[in-house]
Nanobody, 122 residues
Framework: LQLVESGGGSVQPGGSLRLSCVAS????????VGWFRQVPGKEREGVSC????????YYEDSVKGRFTVAKDSAQSTAYLQMTGLKPEDTALYIC????????????????WGQGTQVTVFS
């Protein structure tokens, strides 16, 4: 059982990135997938999540309209498409999995990845 994120990088404001989270050993139709971000000295923040099949996605207010969460259960991979990136989006982005839960933001997060760094600079 393992979560491995990728896709981070350095972009200018307004740029886009797509983060991936390969969830080895998991079937994404039966779990909740969450994306969090961590900045040194600040609390980890829930960014987005989605649960099961047809679950309602959740987005933190500051990313609504810019970020999109998705998953490909056949590939056991979750995605976070990020557009219109801002300097305040700079953080370590971490994916997590937990039991299927609606609304997904209430999920218990049992498994965590190591994260992928996103840096937005002028």
């Amino acid at each position: 059982l393992q979560l491995v994120e990728s896709g981070g990088g350095s972009v200018q404001p307004g740029g886009s990135l797509r983060l991936s989270c390969v969830a080895s050993g998991f079937h994404l139709d039966y779990v909740t997938v969450g994306w969090f971000r961590q900045v040194p000295g600040k609390e980890r923040e829930g960014v987005s999540c989605i649960s099961g099949v047809g679950g309602t996605p959740y987005y933190e207010d500051s990313v609504k309209g810019r970020f999109t969460v998705a998953k490909d259960s056949a590939q056991s991979t979750a995605y976070l498409q990020m557009t219109g990136l801002k300097p305040e989006d700079t953080a370590l982005y971490i994916c997590a999995l937990g039991p299927r839960q609606e609304p997904c933001i209430g999920a218990r997060w049992d498994y965590w990845g190591q994260g992928t760094q996103v840096t937005v600079f002028s």
